[in-house]
Antibody, heavy 120, light 107 residues
């Protein structure tokens, strides 16, 4: 069974940093591209970042470019998101989502999410 | 970036009703469209990929259609477990973009 479990969320002051992790199991992590997607309280879904299997292709939403860094450790089956210079508007549940092998832009499995609150 | 517009943003329906949700892309995305279902407090769940391909385990009352810029998600006979929020997402290119969501509520 595919499982994606996010961790690392919490309360942080604006301007602060946080590092999110996503532990993957139940599939061969190294053969799947991965994503982060977020959802502000009571709002819709916003794609945040994408990384391919070997970390050579990485994309970011304009809203986080220059502040967030996505990375992965295939040996540890983990996806990471380093978030710096956090703003109030970064407050959201952050989901780790797997890209389908048939089409990288389709997200076929999602974790349960971890809540990040940027507030003073 | 490709903008996705969903309508309606919310609707009330009864068990057994036929429900139709529409999604429009700001430019042609061929058939590169996915639909997700999200229940309160839960992660989104992929229902349909490539406009009309039902994911394994998804009931056949769900169907998708469309190509180019206009797409539709149809639930042929609404069941109690279908009350949720539905999102479309263009799968044509990065940055990935989602529609604003359609909340289907009990009438």
């Amino acid at each position: 069974e595919v499982q994606l479990v996010e961790s690392g969320g919490g309360l942080v002051q604006p301007g602060g940093s946080l590092r999110l992790s996503c532990a993957a199991s139940g599939f061969t992590f190294s053969t799947h591209n991965m994503n982060w997607v977020r959802q502000a309280p009571g709002k819709g879904l916003e794609w945040v970042s994408y990384i391919n299997t070997v970390s050579t292709n990485i994309f970011y939403a304009d809203s986080v470019k220059g502040r967030f860094t996505i990375s992965r450790d295939n040996a540890k089956n983990s996806l990471l998101l380093q978030m710096n210079s956090l703003r109030d508007e970064d407050t959201a549940v952050y989901y780790c989502a797997r890209s389908s092998t048939a089409r990288w832009e389709i997200l076929d499995y999602w974790g349960q999410g971890t809540l990040v609150t940027a507030s003073s | 970036d490709i903008q996705m517009t969903q309508s309606p943003s919310s609707m009330s329906a009864s068990v057994g009703d036929r429900v139709t949700i529409t999604c429009r892309a700001s430019q042609s995305i061929s058939r590169w469209l996915a639909w997700y279902q999200q229940k309160p407090g839960k992660a989104p769940n992929l229902l349909i990929s490539t406009a009309s391909t039902l994911q394994s385990g998804v009931p056949s009352r769900f169907s998708g259609s469309g190509s180019g810029t206009d797409f539709t998600l149809t639930i042929s006979s609404l069941q109690p477990e279908d009350f949720a929020t539905y999102y479309c997402q263009q799968a044509d290119s990065f940055p990935l973009t989602f529609g604003g969501g359609t909340k289907v509520e009990i009438k």
